[in-house]
């Protein structure tokens, strides 16, 4: 079995060249940008997968590292819909449509779009047993690779934290994007100081706080 590598889980690396913040009104690169997130809303409406299903399929491209942000989401799109029969190797190298289209369960109407996005789709699902943690209480989080998509970070793998808040149950994202169903859990949003994670040369004063599934965590010990 393949070892799973997360291209996208960069926090604490050292990546070269500078990181330069863009304008926060430049959405758009290029038209194509904005097609390529257009196509990716339409098909991920369609129901064929889940949102967790396509960012494990962006972070583990292997030429992550080499494609710009709206770059990153078509080469998964394609990937997605290529492991679906939703298109074909001699439709890609032709760039256009060459067979009838797969059926799919929904389609998202260009008049609905706004409508839709405004609502959402909450990942919040009833409580079905106690949680664990409490506010203000000390974790240690799980270290350890896994072999599969998972939103706890590899700098935060390990570590000491306290609880801040206690969100209620949600879809577990490991489990949603193996395709093995929601599997909800407790989430919780977990506070880190700068030196936890970072060592005693952190900024001072400085504290890190991430959502964490409640099997990410155990009790810190006294």
Not at 19 to 30: A, D, K, L, T
Request: proline content about 6%; charged content about 20%; glycine content about 8%.
């Amino acid at each position: 079995m393949m070892t799973y590598v997360s291209h996208a889980d960069l926090g604490g690396r050292d990546v070269p060249g500078a990181i330069v913040p863009e304008p926060e009104s430049e959405i758009f690169h290029g038209d194509w940008e904005a097609r390529a997130l257009a196509l990716t809303l339409a098909m991920g409406a369609t129901g064929s997968w889940n949102i967790d299903a396509s960012r494990s399929a962006r972070e583990t491209l292997p030429h992550y590292a080499r494609l710009s942000y709206y770059q990153i989401w078509l080469a998964a799109l394609e990937k997605l819909m290529a492991e679906r029969g939703q298109l074909m190797p001699d439709e890609i190298a032709a760039a256009r449509m060459l067979h009838a289209p797969a059926p799919v369960k929904r389609v998202l109407a260009a008049a609905d779009v706004a409508q839709v996005l405004a609502m959402g789709s909450s990942a919040e699902r009833p409580a079905t047993q106690p949680a664990r943690f409490a506010v203000g209480q000390r974790v240690r989080t799980r270290a350890g690779h896994v072999d599969h998509h998972t939103r706890l970070p590899g700098y935060a793998q390990g570590k000491l934290g306290t609880i801040e808040r206690v969100h209620g149950m949600h879809v577990f994202a490991d489990a949603h994007a193996q395709g093995l169903g929601e599997a909800p859990q407790w989430l919780y949003t977990v506070r880190f100081d700068g030196a936890a994670l970072w060592g005693q040369g952190s900024e001072q004063d400085l504290s890190v706080s991430i959502d964490a599934w409640e099997s990410y965590l155990e009790p810190a010990q006294p």
